[in-house]
């Protein structure tokens, strides 16, 4: 179980990168910590690991005070976005590293390399140098390395992000796979809310150095805390538009929509995932109010899906067309909400019920 | 080639012309470095003298200067400070000097960085005859700044130990060029290696025996040639000590010019400039086998 009470890093220059944070992980706990890139999360991970001292606060592991431990005495394995791989030494060296760094017998410690390459598919590659193997090779010749040296925790830096797209997907379910199978904790920090989301079993959003919401994926997903978490999370940008709460009903963008009735009157923000939508080529029965009407301005093409862009007076709203129902562009067309899936923001806080 | 017209090369330039490109630099290394090489062969197989009957005509003879100069008590201890102050000097004091000036700057923040690297490469550009006056100033037996520090008045480091006296000399004047050097190739060093060693648990000697050495390594050799073929040859010191007291700081360089130009023998300093010449290609040589070595190991 990793602890962080207080935890601060001021870089000089007067640069907070994490500030006043507290965080619990649990044991064998597949953590993300999200955001986008300058939030303070490579940071956060970096003083965990040890290669940053904090300015203030405390770093607890298995319960242990390490605040004052250099990075070598913490027991962590770090798996970097480069993958950190020494050219000069074979794949065998390299995995064995560690062990080499505690004295371990050369004989154990091939042994050893051996053993945790085999798991990773690499048996065949055990004499090669990095420079001869693939982007995803290398990643899983970094990934035996943490492996082998049977550390407390795992961290990784952006450990998806130097394959290519096709990889990511096949990387992403056997790094899943793999953490299940040692329930090792682990934290990854990564600024792709899709891999977050995938991978994780429960992920801290932040920005400013500060947590802004943490929850299960699911959590994050269907109740974003604030509309920037709101932005953040989601493959397809939410829709944020200026309303106002008025005797129960919602003005918003030219509709008029049912509000929760526990919204008291005033402006608020309406957040609508385009996926929680549907479009709909003529009004829809009950009444013009019940959804956004507009015209065409963007159609995307998503493979199985289209994201279609209306304008709605000044303001614009997005909603996905299933495959072959998209309209043209240019014609008229309505949103209409999935009831239940819309989310009221007050001075940037969640008022809608779960 | 489908074009077989010989007068034209691949670039497209006649043969004539392009031999018109290259000829302005073949006469000035032929005139500057070429001839002056084979003139020093030919006079070192004369008895050419700066005075006298054997100046106005001197004669061919032989092999004489070089078993002369290898059988010739001065020149083997010559030979032997030689080696010393190379060793001294070069690969002990400014290699690791810079190396370790290097290293210890790298995660500096600015100032301090700026300062010393200020400093250490003010030795390196200030010419050589000030900074000869600065040493003999230093290290002057009544009025020396040196003795004033150490509070030992009246020692005369020039003359009881001179050939320790040039070596620290000669660490303070070329450092410059070492920390330079090897600090741009850590910047090769990338930071996550370095991490990833760290949370291995390596100490400062594992991280630089395994991951910043192999990293450097051409780095190392370049410069450890550079440094040694310069101090082997290096003149400077000469303004301090002249090579004295009694020869007994008399490298190479000096010997060449004392026998040469004050003692008038310019045969038999010829002699001894080529037997260096040889010394030197045997260096250089040396350090392209073991590169030629390094590459192959590298690239399978």
């Not at chain 1, 601060?8 to 910590?33: H, M, N, Q, S, W």
């Not at chain 1, 770093?59 to 970097?80: E, H, K, Q, S």
């Not at chain 2, 291995?200 to 192999?214: E, F, I, K, M």
């Amino acid at each position: 179980m990793i602890s962080l009470r207080g935890l601060t890093k001021e870089f000089p220059g007067g640069v907070r990168a994490v500030d006043a944070l507290d965080l619990d992980i649990g044991d064998g706990e597949f953590f993300a910590l999200l955001g986008p890139s300058g939030c303070g999360k490579t940071t956060l991970l970096r003083t965990i690991a040890g290669l940053e001292t904090p300015t203030s606060g405390t770093v607890a592991i298995g319960g242990a005070d390490v605040t004052r431990l250099p990075p070598g005495r913490r027991d962590v394995a770090m798996v970097f976005q480069d993958y950190a791989l020494f050219p000069h030494m074979d794949v065998t060296a390299n995995i064995a590293y560690p062990l080499r760094i505690r004295k371990v017998p050369r004989a154990r410690r091939e042994e050893k390399a051996a053993e945790t390459a085999a798991r990773l598919s690499l048996t065949e590659l055990l004499a090669r140098r990095p420079g001869q193997l693939s982007g995803g090779q290398q990643q899983r010749v970094a990934l035996a390395r943490a492996i082998a040296c049977h550390p407390k925790v795992f961290l990784f830096d952006e450990p998806l992000s130097n394959l290519d797209a096709r990889l990511r997907l096949e990387a992403r379910t056997f790094l899943k796979r793999l953490q299940r199978e040692l329930a090792v904790t682990t934290v990854f920090v990564t600024h792709d809310q899709g891999e977050a989301l995938a991978l994780a079993d429960r992920i801290a959003v932040m920005s400013a150095g500060r947590i802004t919401q943490l929850g299960t994926p699911a959590e994050v997903f269907r109740r974003p805390a604030t509309t920037f978490v709101a932005g953040f999370i989601g493959s397809t940008p939410m829709n944020l538009l200026p309303g106002t709460a008025e005797g129960g009903r919602l003005h918003v963008a030219g509709a008029v929509l049912p509000l929760p009735s526990e919204v008291p009157d005033g402006p608020v923000v309406y957040g609508l995932r385009p996926e929680y939508a549907d479009l709909s080529p003529s009004p829809p029965p009950f009444g013009d109010g019940d959804a956004f009407s507009g015209k065409v301005a963007v159609v995307e093409n998503l493979g199985t899906a289209h994201l279609v862009t209306l304008e709605c007076g000044d303001h614009l709203v997005q909603a996905v067309a299933p495959e072959g129902e998209e309209p043209a562009l240019g014609a008229l067309a309505w949103v209409v909400p999935r009831p239940g899936r819309a989310l009221i923001y007050r001075d940037d806080a969640l008022l809608t019920a779960a | 080639m489908s074009r077989a017209d010989p007068a034209v090369s691949p670039a497209g330039l006649g043969r004539r012309r392009a031999v018109g490109f290259m000829l302005p630099a073949l006469v000035l290394i032929g005139v500057f470095l070429v001839f002056p090489a084979l003139w020093t062969i030919y006079l070192g197989l004369t008895d050419y003298r700066l005075t006298g009957l054997a100046a106005a005509d001197p004669h061919v003879v032989g092999a004489a200067n070089f078993t002369e100069a290898l059988g010739d008590d001065r020149f083997r201890s010559s030979l032997w400070l030689t080696v010393q102050y190379v060793l001294g000097s070069a690969v002990v004091g400014q290699a690791v000097l810079g190396f370790a000036l290097a290293w210890t700057l790298r995660n500096r923040p600015g100032p301090v960085k700026r300062i010393t690297e200020g400093l250490v490469l003010l030795a390196w550009i200030l010419p050589s005859s000030v900074v000869a006056f600065l040493w003999i100033a230093l290290l002057d037996r009544d009025e020396g700044t040196l003795n004033a520090i150490l509070h030992t008045p009246g020692t005369a480091w020039l003359l009881d130990h001179p050939m320790s006296s040039i070596i620290v000399f000669n660490v303070w004047r070329g450092t410059a060029f070492s920390m330079m050097l090897y600090g741009a190739a850590l910047e090769n060093v990338p930071p996550s290696h370095l991490e990833t060693a760290r949370l291995a648990g390596a100490s400062t000697v594992q991280q630089l025996r395994d991951v910043v050495l192999p990293r450097i390594r051409g780095h190392v050799l370049t410069n450890l040639l550079l440094i040694s073929l310069w101090t082997f040859n290096d003149f400077t010191a000469f303004q301090i000590t002249a090579g004295g007291p009694e020869g007994r700081s008399e490298i190479l360089p000096m010997y060449i010019y004392n026998v040469a130009l004050s003692g008038g023998r310019l045969g038999f300093g010829a002699a001894i400039s080529f037997l260096v010449l040889l010394i030197n290609l045997v260096f250089a040589f040396a350090y392209l086998r073991i590169l030629r070595g390094r590459r192959e190991v590298v690239v399978p």
